[in-house]
């Protein structure tokens, strides 16, 4: 099977390699385009633009990092929608809100492509080995087809109906995992703070109820003051700041997740945007009496 690839960051890039370690023939593409030349090496081919690649494959799937992105590279020129029509597959797996979603499959769909939206739930190391959860949603036809390709990228897949309903569920499960990562280091602080050992605390966390990876995988790095980038924390800035948004349009307060937003503005701020998301630590832990 002949699949496009649009967009070779942190994910794009794991997810490419794994498709092409599968035996999938991929053709890629990357705004910086010296960064294609890795996957080239595992047996890529490099289209010059986002038209190319869509010219040349059945089905393409694009991995960009927000809405600006993922619309830049549609509605652009030499974007996807110079070269989609009958007979072509777009899937978009960025996070992005539902209205982007939408726009991008009304354009698609008026030109007689197909169209899903596809984010993924879980990061560098799941997309590394194949683990991502897939919450897509659009064409269902589109969704069949592309099941070879989504059980070499995920463990599980989810068809949830309409275009937008995707992008709604990634944003919820982000909002919680920002608010809870705020929580978290919160904890972390106040241990240490008070006088406790947090790796002792590390320990009893990850023998109760809310035993949960992202403690374990993130806790000891945290603690060592580690934000090596495996999801960056402007990017889940953007998810909290688009699940924010779809709080305001359906009426539903979020004090929780407003603050936990605070903090990784706050983040962004000081030049942290491009660490992991586990960085706003560093935010709480400069808070003093
Ligand atoms: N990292 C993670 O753990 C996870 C990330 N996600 C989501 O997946 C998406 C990608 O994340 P990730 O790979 O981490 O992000 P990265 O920041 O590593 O990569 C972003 C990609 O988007 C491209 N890009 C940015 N702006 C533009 C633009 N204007 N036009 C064209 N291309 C552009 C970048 O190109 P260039 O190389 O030229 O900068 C790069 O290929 C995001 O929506 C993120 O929220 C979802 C689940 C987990
Ligand atoms: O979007 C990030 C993730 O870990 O999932």
Redesign the pocket.
Known sequence: MEVGFL??????KAMSMNLLKNGFKVTVW???LS?CNELVEFGASIGETPAQVVKKCKLTIA????P??AL??VFDKDGVLEQTGSGKGYIDM???DPETSSKICQAITSKGGAFLEA??????QPAETGQLVILAAGDKGLYEESIPAFDVLGKKSFFLGQVGNGAKMKLVINMIMGSVMNAFSEGLVLSERSGLNPHDLLDVLDLGAIANPMFKGKGPAMLKSNYSP???LK?QQ??MRLALALGDENAVSMPVAAAANESFKKARSMGLGDLDFSAVHEILKMTKD
């Open positions: 967009g070779l960051g942190i994910m794009g990357n705004r910086t960064k991995m960009l990092s927000d600006a992105a830049s590279v960025s996070t992005v984010p993924v739930s879980g990061s560098k495996a999801f960056p990017h953007k998810d």
